[in-house]
């Protein structure tokens, strides 16, 4: 018996496992339920590190940015009290 399962998703995320479902004839709730088998089987998810979203692409563009200029870098710091001296200036 099969059975509906709503779930939420990053819509770029859904969009990009489709296409590269699709490429390879498979739906992706094959993929889905391949996955949801093993699960249980090996009972043990599996993560990789996930995907940056836009703003945190952003702060790596800005920082990287400023490394090469100079600007905007802080630290190291020998003590606390030497860190606390930069935030609070």
Do not use: C, H, W
Not at 14 to 22: I, R, S
Not at 39 to 44: L, N, T
Not at 57 to 82: C, H, R, W
Request: net charge positive; hydrophobic share 35%; glycine share 4%.
């Amino acid at each position: 018996m099969n059975t509906t399962m709503l779930i939420k998703t990053d819509k770029i995320l859904k969009n990009k496992a489709q296409k590269l479902a699709k490429e390879m004839g498979l739906p992706l709730g094959t993929l889905v339920n391949n996955y949801l088998k093993n699960f249980i089987i090996e009972r043990q998810a599996i993560f990789t590190a996930p995907m940056p979203n836009k703003a945190t692409i952003k702060a790596i563009e800005q920082y990287k940015k400023d490394k090469e200029t100079g600007k905007n870098l802080y630290g190291p710091f020998d003590t606390v009290s030497d860190l606390m001296k930069s935030l609070n200036s």
